[in-house]
C-alpha cells in the first residue's frame, strides 16, 4: 500500500520502526532482524522505494582509509563485509577495489607521514607513488602545474600520491538492494511514501490524567506520528540523515550534525579515454579514485565510472558552505565553472574544455566535532547519524551498533571479528579522535 | 544614535566589533579593550541597551561548584572577580554569597562523593548538612515526603544537603553595567538598535573577478551586514548567545549549541516569610540557592529574592523539552501547574497555597556535549557560546579567553593568576570532562 491513511497497520503494534530506508537504516533493520528474527520490524520512508533519498546522490566511496582508530574499524569492517557479500554470497555490489589516490603536497605528505605507521598497523594496505611515477603511470596528470592561473589560486605541486589499496567504489543502490532483500527474507516489512511528523513520548506509566507527560514523570517514545495515522513501536530507530535533528530537536535530543550541501558533476568526452584506462594501480585499469591537492580546505576529487566512460567530480569546501537543510538541493554550475574547474583543469588539461553533462546534489549530514558517526541511544529510541560523507564505507557497521545497543550489549561484533565498544561513538561517553581525512 | 541606517559609523572600520551587548559579550569587550588599549571595539545589539536579552531573563546564580575540572576554573575565576569587583573596586554587583543548597538522595550524594575530594582539593568550599539538621535549620521542609502525590511522583527522601558556601546570587544587570562602563571607560563604543544579517566573508586578497570569494581563495571576514548597513571590522566576535548558530550556520561554521527554553516564576506571600528568614547558612539570614532532588532528570530550584520578599521558582528538564529558537519565549503557567508546583509542595508545603505572581522565560544556550562553554576561532571570528545556564559564572573567563585568542595567546591568564589553554575550549582539540552539574 503507498497511498491514504494507514488501514490494518496503524492499529499494528511493532516491536520496532526504523525511520528512513537509506543505506543507513537498511543496515539497521537488516541486523536488527538478523540477530533477533522474531522481533517484528517496520521500515518507513518518506519516498516510494529504499534508497532513493541521499544514498541515491552518494558518489559510493567505499574506503578503509581513515586516520581515526574508530572510522578505521567502522569502515575496515564494513567494506570487508561488501567484500564478503560479493566474493562470497554472490550479491553483485558492482564493488570495484579501484583503490583511492590520495596526491599531496609536500607539506600534507609530512602529515600523513605521522599517521602512517598506525594505519598500516591497522592492516590497512598503502603504497606511495613518487612523482615521476605519477606522471609516468598517468601521462595526462600535471604534477607541477606553473601556468599564470595555478599561481593566482596558489597551487603547490604534487610531490607524492598516496595509495589506498582495499578502497574503491561500490553501487550504493545494490548495497542497499542487498539489505533490502535480505531483511524482507527475514520477514521484515517496509512501509513507502509516509512521512513521519514527529516521534510521540508518553509516560510510562501513565496515570490518565491531563497533560501527561509531566516533566517528573518517566518517558518513553511510543511510536511514530506520520502523515498517515500513528503506527506504535517498542523501540524507535532514527536513520533519517539530514533530517535527524528535524525529527529529534522538537523532543529536546541534540545529535549534534547538521546537513550540507555536497554536488557531483558528470563530465565525458573524448580528451577523458586515455584518462579511463589507466594502468598500474589496479586490475580494473583504470585511474584510482583521485584526490586533488588541498587547496585551503578545498578539495577537488575525480571518480571514474566505467560503465558509462565518464568521470564523477565533487569537492569538499568548509567555512563558506553553509549548514541548511534543504528538500531539494541542486548542483550550481557556477560551482563547477568558478570552484572546480580551474584546479581540475590545471592538474589534469585533459578536463579543460569539457563540460559537465549532468549534476545533483545530496546533503552530507555532518558532525563537524570529530568528522565521525554518532550511534546513540535516548530511551528506547536509538539514532545512527552524522556519517559526514562516509555513510556507504561504515553503514555495515553502524547498522550491528544500533542492533547491539538495542540488545543492550556493550561491545559490538563487527565483521571480521573485529569488537567495539558502543558508548565510543555515542555522546555520553563519547572516545573518538578526530578524523581527518574527511572528504 | 539609534535609528535609520548608518552614517558616518558605515564607513567607519573598527579594529574588532562584538555581537551581542549581554554578560559574555559585555566582558569580552572589556577584556579586549583593557588588554589592547589602543584598538576600536565597536560592541552591536539588537536591543536598546544592553543585557536585555537572555542575560536579563536569568536567574543570576552564581557558583565556583561544578564537577568538571574546566567549568571549576572557568566558574571560580570568574566569581572570584566579581567579588574583586564588589568588595575591593566598590562596585555594588548585588552579589550575595547566600550560597547553594543541594538537596540529594542517598544515590546521588554517593554520586557526589565520588567527586568530592576532587572539588575540595580546588579550593571549593563544600559543607555537607545531614538530614536532621537541614528540618532543624529549615522547619518548612519535609525531608521525607510520604504523602499519595509523592508516591505518584515517585519522590526519594532527602539522605544530605551539600551546601556550596562560596556560591550565591548577584544582579545579571549590575554585573553587565560594570563591564559596560570600564568599557566606555576605555572609549569602547556601543551601537544598540541595529540587527545582523550575516557576517560578510571576503576573499583574501581580492582578485576583482565575479563571484568570489572561490572555495580555493583565502577568506576572512570582513564585516558585519546590519538591518542599518555594513559595519567593517578586522576581526568579529559572535556573543548572540541562542542566535550564535543563526549566525554561523549560513557560513558554514557549527557552533554546536542549541537553545532550549527555560522559565523563572516568582512566587510570594505570607506562608513564605519564615523561609525568608531561615539561618545558619550564610550571614545572610535566608534559604540558601537551593536544589530539590531530581526526578528522573527535572530539577526545580528555589532563589530568594530579599529585596522583593519573594523566591524565584524555576526547573531543568531535558528530553521532551524542545530545541528551538523563539524570538519571544514566554512562560507557560501550566509548567508550573503540573511539573513543578507537585515537587515544590511535598518538599516545601508553604507553597502548596501560592501562585506566582509574575513569570518570564528565556533561552539556554545548550552544548549537548559536555554542558561547559565553547570559545573558538575561526579566521578571523571568535564566538563565545554554549554556557549551557552558567553564563554569568563564568562569563569574566570566557571574556579573557575570547581575548587571549584574539591576542594568539595559546594560555590565558584568568582571575586570580590561573591559567588556561584556551585550545581547550575550543572544538578542534577540545578537552574538556563532562560536567555533571549543569541546572
Known amino acids: 500500500m503507498d497511498r491514504g491513511t494507514l488501514g490494518s497497520e496503524s492499529s499494528k503494534h511493532y516491536d520496532a520502526v526504523v525511520i528512513g530506508a537509506g543505506i543507513i537504516g537498511l543496515a539497521t533493520a537488516y541486523h536488527l532482524k538478523q540477530s533477533n528474527p522474531n522481533l517484528s520490524v517496520l521500515v518507513i520512508d518518506r519516498m516510494h522505494a529504499a534508497a532513493q533519498g541521499d544514498t541515491a546522490k552518494s558518489a559510493g566511496g567505499c574506503r578503509d582509509m581513515f586516520t581515526s582508530e574508530v572510522s578505521l574499524l567502522l569502515a575496515k569492517s564494513s567494506v570487508d563485509f561488501y567484500r564478503y557479500v560479493q566474493d562470497e554470497m554472490g550479491f553483485n555490489l558492482n564493488l570495484e577495489m579501484l583503490g583511492y589516490l590520495f596526491l599531496l603536497t609536500h607539506r600534507k605528505f609530512s602529515e600523513f607521514e605521522r599517521v602512517e605507521n598506525r594505519i598500516r598497523k591497522e592492516g590497512i ?208 554550475e557556477n560551482y563547477y565553472t568558478y570552484n572546480i574547474s580551474p584546479i581540475l583543469s590545471e592538474f589534469f588539461p585533459c578536463f579543460a574544455n569539457l563540460r559537465p553533462v549532468n549534476s545533483w546534489a545530496g546533503l552530507y549530514d555532518i558532525n563537524a566535532l570529530d568528522g565521525t558517526p554518532i550511534v546513540d541511544q535516548v530511551s528506547n529510541c536509538i539514532f545512527a547519524i552524522g556519517t559526514s560523507g562516509s555513510g556507504i564505507s561504515k553503514a555495515d557497521a553502524l547498522g550491528r551498533i544500533a542492533t547491539a545497543l538495542f540488545q543492550g550489549k556493550t561491545e559490538t561484533r563487527l565483521f571480521g571479528n573485529k569488537r567495539i565498544t558502543a558508548s565510543r561513538i555515542g555522546l555520553t561517553n563519547r572516545a573518538v579522535d578526530k578524523e581527518e581525512f574527511v572528504i
Chains 1, 2 share one sequence.
Open 125 to 332: 594496505r598503502v603504497r606511495i607513488f613518487e612523482r615521476d611515477e605519477l606522471a609516468e603511470l598517468i601521462p595526462d596528470l600535471v604534477p607541477d602545474p606553473s601556468s599564470e592561473q595555478s599561481k593566482i589560486i596558489g597551487l603547490e605541486q604534487i610531490y607524492k600520491g598516496v595509495f589506498g589499496q582495499d578502497c574503491g567504489i561500490v553501487a550504493p543502490e545494490l548495497v542497499a538492494k542487498f539489505y533490502e532483500e535480505q531483511f524482507k527474507k527475514l520477514n521484515g516489512e517496509f512501509l513507502f511514501g509516509i512521512e513521519v511528523k514527529t516521534l510521540r513520548i508518553e509516560a510510562k506509566p501513565t496515570l490518565g490524567l491531563p497533560n501527561e507527560p509531566y516533566a517528573w514523570q518517566e518517558k518513553a517514545f511510543s511510536g511514530v506520528e506520520t502523515n498517515r495515522g500513528f503506527i506504535r513501536a517498542d523501540s524507535i530507530f532514527v536513520a533519517s540523515g539530514s533530517r535527524t535533528s528535524i525529527l529529534l530537536d522538537p523532543l529536546g535530543v541534540d545529535c549534534l550534525t547538521k546537513p550540507k550541501k555536497r554536488m557531483i558533476f558528470r563530465v565525458r568526452g573524448e580528451p577523458l579515454n586515455r584518462l579511463l584506462q589507466t594502468k598500474g594501480f589496479s586490475d580494473f585499469n583504470v585511474l584510482p579514485f583521485t584526490f586533488l591537492p588541498k587547496v585551503r580546505g578545498f578539495e577537488v576529487w575525480i571518480r571514474p565510472t566505467r560503465g558509462e566512460k565518464s568521470f564523477w567530480i565533487g569537492a569538499s569546501d568548509d567555512i563558506g558552505r553553509r549548514y541548511l537543510f534543504e528538500d531539494e538541493p541542486t548542483a550550481e
